[in-house]
């Protein structure tokens, strides 16, 4: 029950990393896919049918490390200030998507597409260095020295979809970064496996009835979410053309 609860726990991690770490990236590389609103709205739309279906991932994730209560007490006590700076950055950068276009004026767009990069940069620099500090064994400061070039797997992730799914003429500028969202994907998705090897897991392990509930739940659960992701990405499969709801 441990092992299958350690894979779940992968499984969700990278699944997260995989379709979040996308959107993420083509948030860090706005300014310079998008060099006008109206390639700004093309560039959201990208990611607008998946954004919020990809943070399901991560709250399965958090259901499954409730099987793990020394390692959540672990990553909440030492790397406290990171996980305050993620959650700023995940509010900032989807208040930036709800907001910018409720007012149709271009200074209001330009200060919520500065609040969606600023957060999509603080989310890839938060999970760069948690993941770096999990890595690296340490606490806040080993982790923050691997945290930038985590950080710009990220954005490396993003220039990967956004080549496969914005209009030829912007695509063109993403592929300028040597990416292929397959790639990449596979990297993000090795990211929290390699994490993971450094973590003592029989000594974070919760005991009794929780564990078997939690493992239990989320297997009924994971045939779903898959399910659900992959209509949605096949619905959406196609080069985007036209503005999004957002």
């Known amino acids: 029950m441990d092992s299958l609860a350690v894979v ?57 490390a409730g099987a793990f209560p020394g390692l959540e007490h672990r990553l909440l006590e030492e790397l406290y200030p990171l996980v305050v700076v993620l959650l700023i950055g995940w509010v ?30 603080a989310l890839a620099l938060a999970w760069g260095s948690v993941l770096g500090s999990v890595v690296a064994g340490g606490g806040l400061n080993a982790g923050s020295v691997l945290g930038l070039p985590l950080a710009a797997l990220f954005a490396w992730h993003g220039a990967g979809f956004a080549r496969w799914r914005l209009p030829a003429g912007l695509a063109a500028r993403a592929a300028r970064v040597p990416s292929r969202y397959g790639l990449s994907a596979l990297v993000m998705g090795c990211a929290p496996v390699v994490a993971g090897v450094e973590v003592p897991w029989s000594r974070v392990v919760a005991e009794g009835g929780g564990l078997s509930l939690t493992v239990v739940g989320t297997v009924v659960v994971l045939p779903f979410l898959l ?12 080069r985007v053309q036209a503005p999004s709801y957002l």
């Open 8 to 64: 779940l726990l992968a499984v969700f991690a990278g699944g997260y990393l995989v379709l979040a770490g996308a959107d993420v990236g083509v948030g860090m590389l706005l300014p310079w896919l998008g060099r006008d609103q109206r390639e700004r709205r093309l560039v959201i739309a990208s990611f607008a049918p998946f954004f919020l279906g990809n943070e399901v991932w991560l709250v399965a994730a958090g259901l499954v």
């Open 92 to 121: 900032g950068r989807d208040m930036g998507l709800w907001l910018r276009g409720r007012v149709d004026a271009a200074a209001w767009r330009s200060v919520w597409d500065g609040a969606i990069v600023a957060g999509s940069w």
């Open 227 to 238: 399910a659900s992701q992959a209509l949605v990405w096949w619905t959406f499969r196609g």
